[in-house]
């Protein structure tokens, strides 16, 4: 059986996989400025996928939840190299 990938990746790959089937022409942007993504799906130009925190700030635009397949995050603190902060330090004991 092949890897499926999870989250946003997966969730493309089988958006294409979809309208390749439907004999449309799928073309996938991928932006790093939500702004910018939220004027594309204004203009109708496609669609996001974005956490409902974010999606919380753009109320003109229609949220449908994703029920099957719904990508997943992990979250990790990055620092740099060093010993961390008093602050730091009593955060990450917090985190880990």
């Not at 996989?17 to 496609?46: C, P, Q, S, W």
């Not at 999606?55 to 949220?63: G, K, V």
Request: aromatic share 6%.
């Amino acid at each position: 059986m092949p890897h499926q990938a999870r989250g946003v990746e997966g969730l493309s790959a089988r958006t294409r996989r979809y309208a390749r089937h439907k004999d449309r022409v799928a073309t996938v942007f991928e932006v790093n400025d939500i702004v910018a993504a939220a004027e594309l799906v204004r203009n109708d130009l496609g669609l996001c996928i974005m956490p409902r925190s974010v999606a919380d700030r753009f109320p003109d635009l229609r949220q449908y939840r994703i029920r099957r397949h719904a990508p997943t995050w992990k979250v990790m603190v990055v620092r740099p190299p060093g010993d961390p902060s008093p602050a730091v330090a009593a955060l990450l004991r917090h985190l880990a």
